[in-house]
Nanobody, 122 residues
Framework: QVRLVESGGGSVQAGGSLRLSCAASGDTSGSKCMGWFRQGPGKEREGVATIYTRDGKTWYADSVKGRFTISRDNAKNTVYLQMNSLKPEDTAMYYC???????????????WGQGTQVTVSS
């Protein structure tokens, strides 16, 4: 079992920045891949960024490349999402996710956090 606790959401104007944090606890073998998904109003949950915690390899959705950066601190079992140049279309509930061996963007048998709201106003 893996428990994920997110923090750092909030409201910001377009062009602003936010940093999300996700602290993992429990069986770390179940969280070799960690990342962030988001779900906007009336939309399906989509992958934003993932990281393989063992070597730091990262993947990004095209919509956030160059603006978002995912990173990890293995000593703290924490993953971060630095979001810069935020746009109104980034408004969504952001969920931290962990998987034992899948770093892709299709929601599946992941462990999930409770979500943190990000709202970007124009």
């Amino acid at each position: 079992q893996v428990r994920l606790v997110e923090s750092g959401g909030g409201s910001v104007q377009a062009g602003g920045s936010l940093r999300l944090s996700c602290a993992a606890s429990g069986d770390t073998s179940g969280s070799k891949c960690m990342g962030w998904f988001r779900q906007g109003p009336g939309k399906e949950r989509e992958g934003v960024a993932t990281i393989y915690t063992r070597d730091g390899k990262t993947w990004y959705a095209d919509s956030v490349k160059g603006r978002f950066t995912i990173s990890r601190d293995n000593a703290k079992n924490t993953v971060y999402l630095q979001m810069n140049s935020l746009k109104p279309e980034d408004t969504a509930m952001y969920y931290c996710a962990a998987h034992s061996n899948y770093c892709g963007f299709i929601p599946g048998s992941h462990y999930w956090g409770q979500g943190t709201q990000v709202t970007v106003s124009s």
